[in-house]
């Protein structure tokens, strides 16, 4: 399963706003084709927003600061493969 795919059906099927989500993937123009024009793909140290993808592009060491005030939840979900 390829995350990009992943991450573009979940945020089709919950029809989440481009304004809330944040996608942090590898950036290439397959991956842009694959989330179309409306959701951008983010670096790293971008702004967070309400909902926040990362692919192994961001593998360990990467930092992902919240506000508690603004995000009573966080929820992290891991593919591990191979």
Known sequence: MNSVDFI???????QLS???VKIVCSSNPLNQRKLGEE????????PV???????ATCFE???????????????LILFVTG
């Open 39 to 46: 959701y951008v793909i983010c670096k790293p140290l971008d």
């Open 49 to 55: 927003k309400k909902f926040n993808f990362y692919t």
């Open 18 to 20: 481009p304004d809330d």
């Open 8 to 14: 573009t059906k979940v945020v089709k099927l919950a």
């Open 61 to 75: 060491g990467s930092d992902v600061s919240v506000i508690p005030a603004l995000y009573n939840h966080i929820f």
